[in-house]
């Protein structure tokens, strides 16, 4: 089945723990990316990738890092969460460079900083 | 940057009835996407469009690039429409996405 995976899909950690969100996809897309849902603001993206080894930021890069060693895998990378990155996260891939084709998700995962 | 205005924000309806959301955006674009997000939170794409108009079963979207708006119909609504329906633009010359804040959409048997 063609999906988008993101593994955790719930996590609760501290200030200041380095924690990594997974994100797979299984299509032989190209073009990946990240966004935060956060109330009342809709979703805004955190950095993207145009295709392995290519990663550019977002609209809010600030505390995140990403990397592109592999077509399949995107992962998020807080080195230093704090609590203005709680937020609800999706991974998100498309056939293509460029927003121009069907972007398909993952589940999301829901992170809370204390 | 483009600004993407989605109307209204809460719509409750009755089962049965057509409903129509729409989305207006203030800069050209290259294509609109139309999400579903259900209240589990995945988030699904119904329909990507750079003019006229789509059908997919009971749902219709419709864009007028000249005017610089979409709109999503829903004919028949049922429960299981209820969700939160995003619209997304893509704008010219550029890889990124600019979302709306959604519409809640509710229907009630």
């Known amino acids: 089945e063609a999906q988008v995976t993101q593994n955790p899909r719930y996590l609760i950690t501290v200030t200041g723990k380095k924690l990594t969100v997974t994100c797979s996809q299984n299509m ?15 979703l805004r993206q955190i950095y993207y990738s145009m295709n392995v080894e290519v990663t550019d930021k977002g609209d809010v890069p600030e505390g995140y890092k990403v990397s592109r060693k592999e077509k399949r895998n995107f992962p998020l990378i807080l080195e230093s969460p704090s609590p203005n990155q709680t937020s609800l996260y999706f991974c998100a891939s498309s056939l293509y460079a460029g927003a121009n084709y069907e972007q398909y998700f993952g589940p999301g995962t829901r992170l809370t900083v204390t | 940057k ?29 294509a609109l996407h139309w999400l579903q997000q259900h209240p589990g939170g995945g988030i699904v794409s119904l329909f990507m469009l750079s ?49 709306g804040t959604g519409t809640r959409l509710t229907i009630i048997p």
């Open chain 2, 2 to 30: 483009n600004e993407v205005e989605q109307s209204p924000q809460n719509l409750t309806a009755q089962e049965g009835e057509f409903i129509t959301i729409n989305c207006s955006y203030s800069v050209g674009i290259s």
């Open chain 1, 28 to 42: 032989n897309h190209e073009y990946m990316s990240w966004y935060r849902q956060d109330p009342g603001l809709g």
């Open chain 2, 51 to 99: 003019s006229g108009k789509k059908k997919h079963g009971r749902l219709i979207a419709t864009i007028n690039i000249q005017e610089k708006h979409s709109s999503l119909h829903i004919t028949a609504s049922h429960p299981r429409d209820s969700a939160v329906y995003i619209c997304a633009v893509t704008n010219f010359g550029n890889e990124k996405l600019t979302f």
